[in-house]
């Protein structure tokens, strides 16, 4: 798990949030203002920070500017903001500074740990791409041999990790599933909400959706709809029908969903069209990369 620098002055706050990041997994080192926060930062080298704005000594504002202005080692570091001040400006204005990410108090903590999942793999991608490319400088100029797969942290995988989201309903068991998914490697992120994904979808960045019909709050059709008309966002999205669904005969072309299965779910056919959208992924990534 990653390294992960919190700084925030109210203490019942910052104990919050370190007690949710330490239960993720994550280690996390503590800073009360934004002075000793960039004093940690600059020892700790760590994987993300998550910084209050308004705090004495040095404000977060301060932090990030130092941060991106005079340390390039950090450059890939993600910096998110958690304020109490939710006017557009101040988001802007963060934003401009260089934060990646920008969260109102109080603190949504499911949301913070998905922002945070992202982040980090966000990360991980770009360190990825940058091995690959000074591995394949390192071929040109020796003449060696180039690896074109380079080894996954979680062990061999015919493809590329994929970031998947899961939206269910909670009356719908997606243990076998979820298990599925996470043994072979994935990154996977569940929620129950449909409306929240749509409100983040930028910042959960997902590469495959898994939905059931029916979410806490919006129907699949509905929520899918809605996320094609922005015309921005083209992962595939697999459906996940109750039993009780009447067969109907354009079932198979259902429009905006890249293919349907029926609950109880097939895993290890469904594990069979991860895996090939898995290898697309990775094809393609290899296609821009030697282009």
Same mark, same amino acid.
């Given at each position: 798990? &990653?390294?992960?620098?919190?700084?925030?002055?109210?203490?019942?706050?910052?104990? @919050?949030?370190?007690?949710?990041?330490?239960?993720?997994?994550?280690?996390?080192?503590?800073? *009360?203002?934004?002075?000793?926060?960039?004093?940690?930062?600059?020892?700790?080298?760590?994987?993300?920070?998550?910084?209050?704005?308004?705090?004495?000594?040095?404000?977060?504002?301060?932090?990030?500017?130092?941060?991106?202005?005079?340390?390039?080692?950090?450059?890939?570091?993600?910096? %998110?903001?958690?304020? &109490?001040?939710?006017?557009?400006?101040?988001?802007?204005?963060?934003?401009?500074?260089?934060?990646d990410e920008y969260l109102t108090k109080p603190v949504d903590f499911e949301l913070l740990q998905a922002v945070v999942n992202s982040r980090l793999r966000q990360v991980e991608r770009m360190r990825n791409?940058? @091995?690959?490319?000074?591995?394949?400088?390192?071929?040109?100029?020796?003449? &060696?041999? %180039?690896?074109? @797969?380079?080894?996954? &942290?979680?062990?061999?995988?015919?493809?590329?990790?994929?970031?998947?989201?899961?939206?269910?309903?909670?009356?719908? #068991?997606?243990? #076998?599933?979820?298990?599925?998914?996470?043994?072979?490697?994935?990154?996977?992120?569940?929620?129950?909400?449909?409306?929240?994904?749509?409100?983040? %979808? *930028?910042?959960?960045?997902? #590469?495959?959706?898994?939905?059931?019909?029916?979410?806490?709050?919006?129907?699949?059709?509905?929520?899918?709809?809605?996320?094609? *008309?922005?015309?921005?966002?083209?992962?595939?999205?697999?459906?996940?029908?109750?039993?009780?669904?009447?067969?109907?005969?354009?079932?198979?072309?259902?429009?905006?969903?890249?293919?349907?299965?029926?609950?109880?779910?097939?895993?290890?056919?469904?594990?069979?069209?991860?895996?090939?959208?898995?290898?697309?992924?990775?094809?393609?990534?290899?296609?821009?990369?030697?282009?």
């Amino acid at each position: 798990m &990653a390294k992960i620098v919190c700084i925030e002055d109210e203490p019942d706050i910052r104990e @919050d949030i370190v007690e949710t990041l330490v239960l993720a997994g994550h280690t996390v080192v503590q800073a *009360e203002n934004g002075q000793i926060g960039l004093e940690v930062i600059l020892r700790e080298k760590p994987d993300l920070v998550i910084s209050d704005i308004t705090m004495p000594v040095m404000d977060g504002l301060g932090v990030v500017y130092k941060i991106r202005t005079e340390h390039e080692e950090l450059a890939d570091m993600p910096f %998110v903001f958690l304020s &109490a001040l939710a006017d557009r400006k101040d988001q802007i204005n963060g934003r401009e500074t260089g934060a990646d990410e920008y969260l109102t108090k109080p603190v949504d903590f499911e949301l913070l740990q998905a922002v945070v999942n992202s982040r980090l793999r966000q990360v991980e991608r770009m360190r990825n791409q940058k @091995d690959r490319q000074l591995l394949k400088m390192y071929g040109a100029l020796t003449r &060696a041999p %180039v690896l074109e @797969d380079m080894p996954n &942290a979680q062990g061999p995988m015919d493809g590329a990790r994929l970031n998947i989201i899961s939206i269910a309903s909670e009356d719908v #068991d997606m243990t #076998d599933i979820h298990q599925a998914i996470q043994s072979s490697g994935h990154a996977l992120y569940c929620l129950n909400s449909g409306r929240k994904f749509l409100e983040h %979808v *930028e910042t959960l960045a997902p #590469d495959l959706l898994l939905v059931t019909f029916d979410s806490a709050d919006i129907q699949a059709p509905m929520m899918v709809k809605m996320l094609r *008309e922005s015309g921005e966002h083209a992962f595939p999205i697999i459906l996940l029908l109750p039993p009780s669904a009447a067969d109907f005969p354009a079932m198979e072309k259902l429009p905006n969903f890249t293919l349907h299965m029926r609950i109880p779910v097939d895993v290890k056919a469904l594990m069979q069209h991860i895996g090939g959208i898995s290898r697309h992924l990775r094809d393609c990534a290899d296609l821009l990369a030697t282009g």
